[in-house]
């Protein structure tokens, strides 16, 4: 459901309005350099281009899962410290 404003709360929003920019007219380029500003941070020039990832033919779709496979070592078992016998 869309919720319609009435006349009366816009004419107080536009007043707000109209009450803000006189009140800050002083401040209203260094609002205007500082947002530019902290636009061109959050979303640098380098991110504007669009580059087209085209995916490889066949990679990733005729992949096989590998079996998971423990390799025995040749570690003594009577050896308790887990200490390299070299340094």
Do not use: C
């Not at 009435?6 to 350099?33: D, W």
Request: glycine share 8%; charged share 20%; aromatic share 10%.
């Amino acid at each position: 459901m869309r919720r319609r404003f009435t006349p009366v709360e816009i004419a107080i929003g536009v007043l707000l309005a109209i009450g803000l920019l006189v009140s800050l007219r002083t401040l209203f380029i260094p609002i205007i350099v500082l947002g530019i500003i902290f636009l061109l941070y959050k979303f640098p020039p380098s991110s504007w281009k669009k580059v087209q990832v085209r995916p490889g033919p066949g990679k990733g779709k005729n992949t096989k899962n590998a079996k998971f496979r423990v390799i025995n070592g040749t570690k003594d078992n009577n050896n308790s410290d887990d200490f390299p016998k070299y340094h």
